[in-house]
């Protein structure tokens, strides 16, 4: 297998120049087209690269999975998870991060690339209270361009065409497998939903 080791020799292969829209639709801070795009996104994925290596995060919200606070800032709350802490730990330690904002039936995907830092300044974290609960942390992304990926990769895969999910294998099985049969994978994904719902913030 040959290996592609120098950015010269990934030119060489990729001679057509990029299209004008891929370099004008660039913005270096939330534009209002653009604003109403992340307003309208409940899903995000998250990505950051740390001295581990990198992590990517699925993010959703029950509403905007962001807050613009101003046309270069974004607010995105860290509400309860699995507690691994592996993007936020990279953010700590390099800060650099990528999102990719999607809504079901858009074949569009806007991507803000930056830094961050978190804040557990309660002046902030409250201000997401959900029932009570707010998140313990609030990722403070610094938007160092925002752009929309064009569409083909929506279209190739079909994602939003609602065709039923394929016999894979659950949670359940695949940790039962992880840990030599000690976990009840039945148990496992009758609970699942019940127990996401009663920890949901």
Request: one cysteine or more; glycine letters at 8%.
């Amino acid at each position: 297998m040959t290996k592609v080791d120098t950015v010269n020799a990934l030119e060489a292969l990729y001679t057509r120049a990029p299209s004008p829209a891929s370099l004008d639709k660039v913005a270096g801070q939330i534009t209002p087209e653009y604003a109403q795009w992340l307003t309208a996104s409940r899903f995000c994925v998250l990505t950051t690269v740390g001295p581990d290596g990198t992590d990517g995060s699925p993010r959703g919200d029950d509403g905007a999975v962001v807050r613009i606070v101003d046309d270069t800032t974004l607010w995105m709350p860290d509400w309860r998870g699995n507690n691994r802490l592996d993007s936020l730990r990279n953010i700590v330690s390099d800060g650099r991060i990528s999102c990719m904002f999607m809504v079901p039936g858009s074949n569009n995907v806007i991507r803000v690339n930056g830094k961050a830092h978190l804040t557990a300044d309660p002046a902030v974290t409250q201000t997401f209270e959900q029932g009570g609960k707010h998140p313990t942390t609030v990722i403070v992304i610094h938007v160092g361009e925002v752009y929309s990926q064009c569409s083909r990769a929506i279209l190739r895969s079909r994602i939003w065409d609602g065709e039923p999910a394929p016999d894979l294998p659950t949670m359940g099985q695949i940790l039962k497998a992880q840990t030599a049969g000690a976990v009840d994978a039945d148990g496992y994904d009758k609970d699942q939903v019940a127990r996401a719902k009663k920890t949901m913030w």
